[in-house]
């Protein structure tokens, strides 16, 4: 036991701690091992440098992981589709929208009594769009909800070539597996190309009659089903 240790725990101690004491004296681990000193003269301190680590890294962590997640497009094509949707319902309490109706003019009165080439014999002809001004409140309200639509469309457009990349990605990569490797990787890209081509729609959701057409007209198998 050094002095120090002896000042600090011992009976006549600063900081008099008879577990730790006797700890020492016995020649057993201390609950301060790996701790440090502050200096001549100073407190001896429980080192939290691994539980500082131990939290830094899970926050880089997480922060990679929703850095990652926003960026990923099906991910951001959702989050936008969510969006749009609370717009939406909020859409109302905004006042009342700008609207566009068709007119039908009805009959030409001049007809019979103009050339024939001076008006129009289509009832198309006879017919106008109208715009029936809204809230100022709510245009502008619509107008940011259909830009968000343009980035929710580009977003979904994106997440869809993705897909297909890692279809096509998988089918590439079957000539280098072995047969089950191939076989899990063909249920993979059956199951995308379903749910891709099918949106809204589960690929398992089918019967087993449903999945043989579908492989058999996407010649994912020459199998004709009965």
């Known amino acids: 036991m050094t002095e120090k240790q002896e000042k600090t725990f011992g009976p006549e101690g600063s900081n008099p701690n008879p577990e730790i004491y006797e700890g020492i004296k016995n020649n057993e681990s201390s609950p301060l091992q790996s701790a440090y000193e502050s200096g001549a ?21 997480a922060t990679v992981n929703l850095v990652n997640k926003r960026k990923d497009p099906k991910a951001v094509a959702d989050r936008l589709e969510k969006r749009v949707e609370r717009r939406t319902k909020r859409a109302d309490k905004k006042g009342k929208a ?48 259909n830009k968000i639509k343009g980035r929710l469309a580009e977003a979904k457009e994106k997440a869809r070539q993705v897909k297909e990349q890692k279809i096509k990605d998988a089918a590439a990569m079957r000539g280098t597996k072995t047969p089950q490797q191939k076989a899990l990787d063909k249920e993979v890209e059956i199951v995308a190309t379903y749910e891709l081509r099918n949106p809204g729609k589960k690929y398992l959701d089918l019967t087993d009659k449903e999945k043989q057409k579908f492989m058999f007209n996407n010649r994912f198998t020459q199998s004709k089903p009965e």
Request: no cysteine.
């Open 98 to 145: 700008t609207t566009k109706r068709t007119v039908d003019l009805g009959p030409n009165p001049l007809e019979g009594e103009l050339p024939i080439s001076t008006y129009p014999y289509s009832s198309a002809d006879r017919k106008i769009s109208v715009t029936i001004k809204g809230d100022a409140k709510r245009d502008k309200f619509d107008s940011k909800t």
């Open 41 to 61: 003269g100073g407190m001896v301190y429980a080192s939290d440098r691994d539980s500082f680590q131990n939290m830094f890294n899970q926050l880089t962590s």
